[in-house]
């Protein structure tokens, strides 16, 4: 498990926290975070949400030979998965240290424990018996792993039903939940974790750390107890020393936590029995909440539609007339119209510029000659007794080739002056332009 390590500003704010007796969640030191526990479709299947820490118990069985030194007990197996999907930092493929010490711990929270009767398990000695498998599987990761899992693991074993068996003689009959109903698992008591955390080598103390005090912590005490504060296994880790009067402290709180979970499990089994037997919906889909799924969804509203026409009528009656006035389009010029009042378009007018063109358009003729002769200081009249030369005029100002036939082409750059432009010479010079050639 590789974890991001916390930077040192952070682990000084979280132990400054601590010790100011404040959690970052708003809790008490000695207080559990909200449990929740909603259950499946099927018998032995349930989540337990503690916090943000979610975790999936499923119970599953089969009919085996049982051991050769146990031939009249069944098997318990215990199994919890870490997989990426809780958090980021878990290894997929590989056992880390991390969930080998978890399983260890639950079997022997609830294996060693004898919480459940092994040998009720018996179908036939030395031949037959029921093995009992519990898969966990940690859906998120906020800390107290330990604690989520051991409640949901014997949440699910009371809530599971296996099937019902009968023997004649050599031959063991299976019975489908159609036929008999499934008989549920004999648990003589509840055994569940509850974990201390400890700062500053056991000066502070705090009851169900999350995933941010687990980082900063010096040492954790797991106590697995039952309603009737029998202790089924006490762990302690991280290296530190503690002392008898902070273990006894610890079990007095312990002893009053897994009363209140107790309790709190016996109720959701109750309720959900109760739910299946009146035939009400049950699951994992009923459990959430309607706002979560439906909170864009709006019933419908029945509409009554028997009167719409009487309705209508007297809508109709009670709006005011139409207007009889209708406005006449006014036409300013060819091709455009207007209705109502408002502003007189002008688009289709000609602006100045263009009508000054048109007025001085044969005055821009001798502009271009007289500028033909300023520039290049050669008659324009001389030029049109030639031989049909041949002058290409794309642009404002460009250079004409004239082609002779013994001579060398005389290069004439003609310019062109608009009517503005003209008028704006005597302010600021003219900007020469790129030059052209052009081709015959």
């Not at 201390?196 to 912590?217: I, K, S, W």
């Not at 010096?218 to 202790?231: F, Q, T």
């Not at 009067?245 to 959701?268: F, H, N, P, W, Y």
Request: aromatic residues 4%; hydrophobic residues 35%.
């Amino acid at each position: 498990m590789k974890e991001t390590p916390l930077s040192n500003c952070e682990r000084r704010f979280l132990l400054r926290a601590i010790e100011e007796k404040k959690r970052l969640d708003g809790r008490q030191t000695y207080d559990y975070r909200n449990i929740k526990i909603s259950f499946g479709t099927d018998y032995g299947c349930c989540i337990v949400e503690l916090g943000k820490t979610r975790v999936l118990g499923q119970v599953s069985c089969e009919l085996v030979s049982p051991k050769l030194n146990r031939a009249t007990e069944g098997i318990l197996f215990f199994n919890l998965e870490l997989s990426q999907m809780a958090a980021p930092a878990f290894e997929p493929g590989r056992q880390s240290d991390l969930l080998v010490k978890l399983n260890r711990l639950l079997e022997r929270c609830l294996r060693n424990s004898k919480c459940i009767d092994t040998e009720s398990l018996c179908v036939v000695a030395g031949e037959k018996v029921w093995q009992i498998r519990v898969d966990l599987h940690l859906l998120n990761h906020d800390g107290n792993i330990i604690d989520a899992a051991s409640i949901a693991a014997i949440v699910a074993l009371c809530h599971f039903r296996r099937p019902d068996v009968s023997v004649q003689g050599d031959e063991v009959t299976l019975y489908t939940p159609e036929e008999r109903d499934p008989v549920p698992l004999s648990i003589h008591h509840m055994p569940i974790c509850v974990s201390f955390a400890f700062f500053q080598q056991g000066t502070y103390l705090l009851v169900d750390p999350n995933e941010r005090e687990e980082r900063v912590m010096d040492g954790l005490l797991v106590i697995a107890m039952n309603k009737h504060r029998e202790i089924c296994t006490i762990q302690s880790s991280g290296g530190i020393m503690l002392l008898k009067d902070q273990v006894l402290r610890c079990s007095k709180i312990a002893g009053v936590k897994v009363a209140e979970i107790t309790e709190l499990i016996q109720k959701a089994l109750e309720n959900d029995q109760k739910v299946r037997k009146e035939g009400g919906k049950f699951g994992f889909a009923e459990s959430i909440a309607n706002q979560r799924i439906t909170a864009f969804k709006m019933e419908k509203a029945p509409v009554d539609t028997s009167d719409v026409g009487e309705k209508a009528e007297e809508i109709i009656a009670e709006a005011e007339p139409p207007s009889e006035v209708v406005s006449n389009p006014v036409l300013w010029t060819p091709g455009t119209a207007q209705i109502g009042e408002g502003i007189e378009n002008s688009w289709g007018d000609l602006e100045d510029s263009e009508k000054e063109d048109e007025d001085e358009g044969g005055s821009d003729e001798a502009i271009i000659l007289d500028n033909v002769k300023m520039d290049t200081g050669v008659d324009i009249s001389n030029i049109g007794s030639q031989d049909a030369p041949i002058v290409l005029s794309d642009s404002e100002e460009e250079e004409m080739i004239i082609l002779e036939p013994d001579k060398s082409p005389k290069k004439i750059r003609t310019q062109t002056i608009g009517v503005k432009q003209e008028k704006a010479a005597s302010k600021k010079p003219m900007k020469k332009r790129k030059k052209k050639r052009a081709v015959n």
